[in-house]
């Protein structure tokens, strides 16, 4: 007896599983003593009983077979056409449920069949696969995961930060539902969780984010509001700075309208006020990227918010000095003027500080020559006259 089909008989034998001929194949399985296709053929007989759902036909070749390697596969497969009753019957016959990841499961849109592999000891942790689901909007996924929490408590921190990454990405992509549903579901958008957008730095909590970060660098203003901005978390400093440095004024305003402070170094000065004139900067190569867009407009908006809010800018060194204004040279001398008008009308840094930031040869010729700067600091002591 030959421990394998021909290559003409395993092709018979595709063709008989295509129309289903279920009787015709016992029959050759009697006569042959085996169903084990040939080995040079990639798609067995057992694939194409899979694409056609019939649990007998797939059953047949399963009894037929020893071989734990094919099983496993047949589960795999009968996972993502989401099979549960095939899936059974495999387990049943000796497949293993620890072969096939907890993702495909949970993507799969059947809870049941993932409570089943939850019962089998599924590996809910590695990979996050809650996360996954979560991502690609797989709702049953949800009461999943609850059930998980309460099966496993003592797998609570690893559930929830699963939880927290799907909800930080859906803030950065300003799904409102999704917020809702995973805030819903126990989801912390202040919590500091790794990028799923880069898994390399899973490991790095310096590369980790929250979703009122995200959700301030992209300027989702709905999301912010979602979330609910609380002046005694210090992180919301962070999505202050986040917001600012993409020149979203709105939500800096919103994030300080609510009492958050804008110093938050340890010199007072404002890291989102730095940041924000250094997206002034950024405008001129922004604007390359994005046509029609007035990004260094943007970041004027911003520092308006921010030192009406009482924002100092105060870097800490020399170097971020020298750093602003070359920043600032890449623009036109209309947005430098706006910058400097702001700083002085709000008193924004000492005075010093600010005689030294404008007084360089080339920053001198960008604002119009020194008649040019009498004139703007005579403007901006009138405005602060008038303002007493």
């Known amino acids: 007896m030959n421990d394998s089909l021909s290559v003409e008989q395993t092709k018979e034998l595709k063709a008989l599983c295509r129309?289903?001929?279920l009787y015709e194949i016992e029959k050759r399985a009697s006569q042959w003593g085996t169903l084990t296709p040939h080995p040079e053929v990639r798609r067995t007989p057992l694939d194409v009983a899979m694409e056609t759902g019939f649990h007998s036909l797939i059953e047949l070749f399963i009894c037929h077979t020893t071989d734990t390697t094919v099983k496993n596969h047949a589960l795999e497969q009968a996972v993502r056409r989401s099979r549960f009753d095939v899936v059974q019957m495999l387990v049943d016959h000796g497949a293993d449920p620890l072969s096939v990841t907890f993702e495909d499961?949970?993507?799969?849109?059947?809870?049941?069949?993932?409570?089943?592999f939850m019962a089998r000891n599924a590996d809910l942790?590695?990979?996050?696969?809650?996360?996954?689901?979560?991502?690609h909007k797989v709702r049953p996924a949800l009461g999943v995961y609850l059930d998980s929490l309460r099966q496993f408590p003592a797998r609570k921190d690893a559930l929830q930060q699963?939880?927290?990454?799907?909800?930080?990405?859906?803030?950065?992509?300003?799904?409102m539902k999704w917020v809702s549903l995973l805030m819903w579901a126990g989801g912390n958008p202040l919590s500091n969780v790794p990028d799923i957008e880069y898994p390399k730095y899973m490991g790095d909590p310096e590369m980790w984010h929250t979703g009122a970060e995200v959700a301030a660098s992209r300027g989702h203003l709905d999301v912010i509001k979602k979330i609910s901005v609380d002046a005694r978390n210090k992180l919301w400093q962070r999505a202050l700075y986040r917001a600012s440095s993409s020149g979203h004024s709105q939500i800096a305003g919103f994030i300080l309208d609510a009492g958050v402070s804008p110093n938050d170094m340890s010199n007072g000065g404002s890291s989102a006020l730095d940041a924000a004139i250094r997206h002034v900067g950024w405008g001129a190569s922004l604007s390359?990227?994005?046509?029609?867009?007035?990004?260094?407009?943007?970041?004027?908006s911003t520092i308006k918010v921010l030192v009406e809010h009482g924002a100092r800018w105060q870097p800490e060194t020399p170097s971020d000095v020298s750093t602003?204004?070359?920043f600032l040279y890449a623009v036109s001398?209309?947005?430098?003027?706006?910058?400097?008008?702001?700083?002085?009308?709000?008193?924004?840094?000492?005075?010093?500080?600010?005689?030294?930031f404008i007084s360089t040869p080339k920053m001198t010729e960008c604002l119009g020559g020194k008649e040019e700067i009498e004139k703007l600091l005579r403007r901006a002591n009138k405005r602060n006259t008038n303002r007493k």
């Open 19 to 21: 129309a289903g001929r």
């Open 105 to 116: 499961v949970l993507c799969s849109y059947q809870p049941d069949m993932a409570r089943y």
């Open 125 to 135: 942790i590695t990979g996050n696969p809650f996360t996954t689901a979560f991502r």
């Open 162 to 175: 699963q939880l927290d990454m799907a909800l930080a990405y859906h803030c950065a992509e300003g799904s």
């Open 288 to 300: 390359r990227i994005f046509p029609g867009r007035d990004t260094a407009g943007e970041g004027i």
């Open 324 to 326: 602003a204004r070359r």
């Open 333 to 356: 001398k209309y947005y430098i003027v706006e910058v400097i008008s702001l700083l002085a009308k709000h008193k924004a840094c000492d005075n010093d500080l600010f005689l030294r």
